[in-house]
């Protein structure tokens, strides 16, 4: 370890736009299958914007932007979905199965490719450190991602399970109280520079950001009161935090 990070015990990774992919393409993509498939009568490009813009609404309306706690009730990502496919088939006066168009977005994110460089790292960190996952995501394809990857990981925090989401600093505190770790002792590793970066430094936790090429959709809006706090450090690849950490 560099002496910036001598303390740290542990590497908690960001799953999607992380070490697996969710570019905008890939739903852009799948909506445009979905409505093929079920003959709606509707543009599919102004389909999947007008959804899009519902489940940025719960995006920003999931945390309070002052004090970054849960806005409640708890909506895990399929519930948030499946009320964003319905209230979009009601902007073009048509009926249609939410929750079964929710499921096809768990499809699409349990199948998602990893970065090419994803899992060597992981291999080489589990050799010298403790690795776990804390992700925004639902359950099911979160754990859907690490089977079809055969990742093995020490401890794994959806958002689903802590019941908020990033960068709500209780995920972070939530995730350093199972390890039996202080949050200094944590370095939480994100694509993200407001859930990851920020919601990590927030809670005490050391923070890299890790720049990947693609337009990465589902991150929380930036509330414009915020400010947000820089990260330890930002590299472009993994292997580049294999030759600070290891």
């Not at 509707?42 to 519902?54: G, Y």
């Not at 806005?71 to 990502?77: A, T």
């Not at 460089?117 to 403790?130: E, M, N, P, W, Y």
Request: net charge negative; aromatic share 10%; charged share 25%.
């Amino acid at each position: 370890m560099t002496k910036e990070f001598e303390n740290v015990k542990m590497i908690a990774f960001d799953m999607y736009g992380t070490l697996v992919r969710n570019d905008q393409s890939s739903w852009e993509s799948l909506t445009k299958e979905i409505v093929k498939e079920f003959s709606l009568p509707v543009d599919a490009v102004k389909f999947h914007e007008l959804w899009s813009k519902h489940e940025k609404t719960f995006r920003q309306s999931r945390l309070d932007p002052k004090t970054l706690n849960i806005n409640p009730p708890f909506k895990s990502y399929k519930e948030a979905w499946a009320i964003a496919w319905d209230k979009t088939f009601q902007d073009f006066g048509i009926s249609g199965d939410a929750n079964l168009f929710a499921d096809r977005g768990i499809e699409k994110m349990s199948r998602g490719d990893s970065f090419e460089d994803a899992g060597f790292a992981i291999k080489q960190l589990l050799q010298k450190v403790r690795v776990g996952i804390l992700s925004n995501a639902d359950n099911n394809y979160l754990w859907g991602s690490i089977y079809k990857h055969q990742w093995e990981f020490e401890l794994i925090i959806s958002s689903e399970l802590a019941r908020t989401y990033k960068p709500d600093p209780k995920i972070f505190q939530l995730y350093c109280e199972r390890v039996g770790l202080l949050p200094d002792e944590v370095l939480y590793v994100g694509d993200s520079l407001y859930d990851d970066v920020h919601g990590a430094k927030n809670a005490g936790l050391h923070a890299v950001q890790i720049l990947r090429s693609q337009d990465t959709p589902g991150r929380t809006p930036v509330p414009q009161e915020v400010k947000l706090i820089p990260p330890d450090l930002v590299i472009s690849s993994l292997e580049e935090l294999l030759s600070i950490v290891l």
